[in-house]
């Protein structure tokens, strides 16, 4: 049987996860995660290996985590009436399908008849003994979303937010944990209040080994992402969609366990991209395009390593994907084409250098297509490389910061860089791109832009402004 929310010896949290959007469907995910008194009074996430005996369940959620009740989910137009509806008894989550391009929305996720995560949120929060615990917060979850435009509309201006090297995880009393946070309350408030649509996720999605804690665990369970992903965008992520690029430590590449299987699952990414649809290449490699409107493409490109067949070195070197690759780069053409991807072409360092094998697969398909902006994480700090009319930029630095001076400034092509944790604003209209690296709120809750500084130490402010004139 599992506990209720209100057991005394186990506490289960509700989360909802907006998990995928589209002109004309939605997929919505929910699941929970179950916390017991540790003996000096404070609350201890259950760990996967121990749900079975204390709560009668494998999972907490995921594409494979097993019901909990009957459940719908209905999707309602502003008005408040039910505009669509799809139900399951058999798994968390569900496709909701015709709704309307470019519209707002509502939802409810209903289970066993009522409300799911409708109460107040307990949430990770600092507490007057020192620390962290977890603890009722004073939030609520307000379910809403924006579908997309329609293929072959017009693209209307769009915000969205990328973000990389994050998954540092906040259960810890950390630094690392503050800086998470910090920036995870920069994108519940762009989300709230500034539009934003959705996220692409730069990588290294959950790191081995909590920092501020000293253990082995990996990122192969649910508990290990409540802390690296779905507490600290728990508001966010019910009302945007987040895209992934996979790092190297999401997968074996880094680390001594291989995350990915445990990745795919959290970001659901057979039901999202695995359709036999020509828009992705995966399992295995994760490869997808993402087409905003008629005007603008997102690319997610793996760059890890293959560790399934020994004579290919990365997954973009592959037959199969080589040829999606040449297939997307070659395909319609659209004003604005955006790779992203974890690893960067272009870096000054202090940890990386440039990468000539992504230059080699890379540089000619962007030649051929046009491309201005290419985004990437890896280096834990912010940098600017502006090489053959394109500009690549660093983004790294979302839980992860590395405050060294890079060394590598001309090879790389660097125009600008900063030390600073942050998350980046971006802005897409019809013939510009503008570029906010965000570090915090300021005292009235509004964006903190951060600066950045050139390689001689001049000042850089914000937005950097990326131009396509091309078709005007």
């Given at each position: 049987m599992t506990p209720s929310r209100t057991d005394p010896a186990i506490h289960r949290e509700p989360f909802v996860h907006l998990v995928d959007v589209a002109h004309d469907r939605a997929l919505v995910a929910w699941g929970a995660f179950f916390f017991e008194r540790a003996p000096n009074g404070r609350w201890d996430i259950v760990d996967d290996e121990s749900l079975p005996a204390k709560v009668g369940r494998r999972t907490c959620i995921g594409a494979s985590a097993e019901t909990f009740g009957p459940t719908t989910v209905q999707v309602l137009a502003e008005g408040g009436e039910v505009v669509a509806e799809a139900s399951t008894d058999e798994r968390a989550w569900v496709w909701v399908e015709g709704l309307e391009p470019d519209t707002d929305y509502h939802y409810r996720v209903i289970v066993d008849g009522r409300d799911w995560a409708a109460e107040e949120l307990w949430d990770w929060v600092p507490v007057a003994r020192g620390g962290y615990d977890l603890e009722p917060a004073g939030r609520r979850y307000d379910l809403r979303f924006h579908t997309w435009p329609h293929p072959d509309a017009p693209t209307p201006p769009l915000r969205f937010v990328a973000m990389g090297d994050y998954g540092v995880g906040m259960r810890a009393d950390a630094e690392s944990s503050r800086r998470q946070q910090r920036i995870a309350a920069v994108l519940d408030r762009l989300v709230r209040d500034h539009d934003v649509r959705f996220a692409l996720s730069l990588g290294d999605n959950v790191y081995?080994?909590?920092?501020?804690?000293?253990?082995?665990?990996?990122?192969?369970?649910?508990?290990?992402?409540?802390?690296?992903?779905?507490?600290?965008?728990?508001?966010?992520?019910?009302?945007v969609p987040v895209f992934p690029a996979i790092g190297n430590h999401d997968s074996a590449d880094s680390e001594g366990s291989d995350d990915r299987a445990q990745m795919e699952d959290n970001f659901h990414i057979e039901e999202r991209f695995h359709r036999g649809l020509e828009t992705a290449s995966v399992l295995p490699g994760l490869f997808y395009r993402l087409p905003y409107g008629a005007d603008l493409e997102l690319v997610c490109l793996d760059t890890s390593l293959d560790s399934e067949d020994q004579e290919i070195h990365r997954y973009f070197q592959a037959p199969k994907h080589r040829d999606w690759l040449r297939q997307t780069f070659g395909g319609r053409p659209r004003r604005w084409l955006i790779p992203f991807s974890h690893h960067p072409v272009f870096t000054a360092g202090p940890d990386h250098q440039n990468d000539e094998e992504m230059r080699e697969s890379f540089e000619p398909l962007f030649d051929a297509a046009g491309v201005r902006l290419v985004l990437a994480g890896h280096?834990?700090?912010?940098?600017?490389s502006d090489v053959g009319g394109r500009t690549y930029v660093v983004s790294g630095a979302s839980g992860q910061l590395d405050e060294r001076v890079p060394e590598g400034f001309e090879e790389a092509h660097t125009t600008a860089w900063s030390g600073q944790a942050h998350l980046?604003?971006?802005?897409?209209?019809?013939?510009?791109?503008?570029?906010?690296?965000?570090?915090?709120?300021?005292?009235?809750?509004?964006?903190?832009?951060?600066?950045?500084?050139?390689?001689?130490?001049?000042?850089?402010?914000p937005p950097i402004i990326v131009r396509n004139d091309q078709g005007s």
């Open positions: 081995q080994g909590e920092r501020g804690r000293v253990d082995e665990e990996g990122g192969g369970e649910d508990d290990d992402w409540y802390s690296s992903f779905f507490q600290p965008y728990r508001l966010s992520i019910a009302r280096e834990h700090n912010f940098q600017v980046l604003l971006v802005d897409v209209e019809e013939f510009e791109v503008r570029l906010t690296p965000v570090a915090g709120l300021l005292d009235d809750g509004q964006p903190h832009p951060m600066t950045a500084l050139s390689p001689t130490n001049d000042l850089v402010e």
